[in-house]
DNA sequence: ATTCATATCCTTCAAAAGTAGGAGAGAGCA
DNA sequence: TGCTCTCTCCTACTTTTGAAGGATATGAAT
């Protein structure tokens, strides 16, 4: 019997040519669409898939909270992370979420298929790329320290180009405080100014574009 | 006779996509496809499509550069604009490049067919996402008062989170020169701190994503 | 010839951002 | 009970940023 897909993404372009995509192949069925996180987590309750195909960035569940989500509760499906942007952080927090691959989209046809067969049957797959970054993340002693809750609050309105002082205003604490966070921010992204930590907020989508400047 | 169209995206999933959209209609005839804005500037000297469908985020050459230059040397070739959620503020600088369209990837089958017969004929299509933008854009009454290339310059060192220091050795020019050019900036995007302006440099897509911090 | 915009540079000063090195309170864990 | 982590706050200090108010040179426009 075929290996029953699930598509996720929130662009209906993106999935059409998914769908084209997978049409090729007999051993392929896909059996659904979804277009955000929340959806695909309420398919895979339903019809358990044996693969599904999730993009990471969309609105209302983001795609590594979905995996995390789908790997915790039905372990029968693999999830392969899609993508368009190759962000060190992405390939692994998705990884770290359970995802069993991890693809950019300006993948082939019969590249596409060779990963969902694989992955049906629990290896893992990742693009060259991805692998690439994976490794460098892995040798790389700079890779950015985990942010507690505090610190990305505070690095969130921070990217929103507020002042320490409006940033403990907003908060209810001190500007020392504010500038003690913000010290333990630059110091785990090592990065030298705030500038540049909103500039790596905005990279990774902690703020989204809309928030910016207004 | 049909409406020749090149599609013109990095990604293979999605000119798939865009070819099984378009496939739907009879008018509609895809000529050609690209993977970047270089490509896209070759194919339209050879084939001279009636409309391309550019996706703006893009290796070699962005599609902003690409259609700058297609409008100017092509002048019978319309463009649309075809970007992902993310990109969606950069509305203003495809229009200034010459495109006549501003389309999000979400749209749909027929809308998008729509949209090319209309880009066809000269008319200019929006997704409503993209027009309130441009309508901002223009309504805002604290509208930005126009930077000098100068200015702008030091704007997208700024936005990569470079220091004034930095900035004035990569310009050769004195730092109190460029602390001079930074408050005028300030003063004309109407913002407090560089990290606005380097948000708002962000926002309007004068740097791409792939340059913030790396 | 003169006015205007741009770009360059200067000094002086105030405010904001960051660093260094503390220290106490509370939560959770071995 | 110690141990660690997080969050809070402090003083004292340096560096960076930004504002204010100049000055000079160039080139284009009137």
Redesign the pocket.
């Known amino acids: 019997m075929p290996i029953r897909i699930l598509i996720v993404d929130d662009h209906s372009v993106v999935r059409q040519g998914l769908q084209m995509f997978l049409a090729l192949d007999p051993d392929i069925e896909v059996i659904g669409e979804a277009s955000n996180g929340a959806e695909a987590v309420e398919f895979v309750k339903d019809e358990q898939p044996d693969v599904v195909l999730m993009d990471l960035l969309m609105p209302i569940m983001d795609g590594i909270e979905a995996t995390k989500v789908i790997r915790s509760d039905f372990a029968d499906t693999e999830v392969i992370a899609l993508t368009s942007v190759l962000e060190d952080n992405a390939v692994v927090g998705a990884i770290r979420a359970g995802a069993i691959g991890y693809l950019l989209k300006d993948t082939e046809a019969d590249d596409l298929v060779r990963a969902i067969k694989a992955a049906a049957s629990g290896q893992v797959q990742l693009s060259p790329k991805a692998a690439e970054r994976l490794m460098r993340e892995i040798r790389a002693p700079e890779s950015p320290e985990k942010l507690?809750?505090?610190?990305t609050e505070v690095l969130r309105l921070l990217a929103e180009g507020k002042?320490?002082?409006e940033i403990a205003r907003e908060?209810s604490?001190?500007e020392?405080?504010v500038?003690?966070?913000?010290?333990n921010i630059?110091?785990k992204l090592n990065v030298?100014?705030?500038?540049q930590a909103a500039l790596y907020a905005v990279r990774i989508g902690l703020v989204s574009e809309d928030s910016l400047g207004e």
Chains 1, 2 share one sequence.
């Open positions: 507690t809750d505090r610190e002042a320490n002082k908060l604490i001190s020392t405080t500038k003690t966070h913000v010290s630059l110091m030298p100014s705030r500038t």
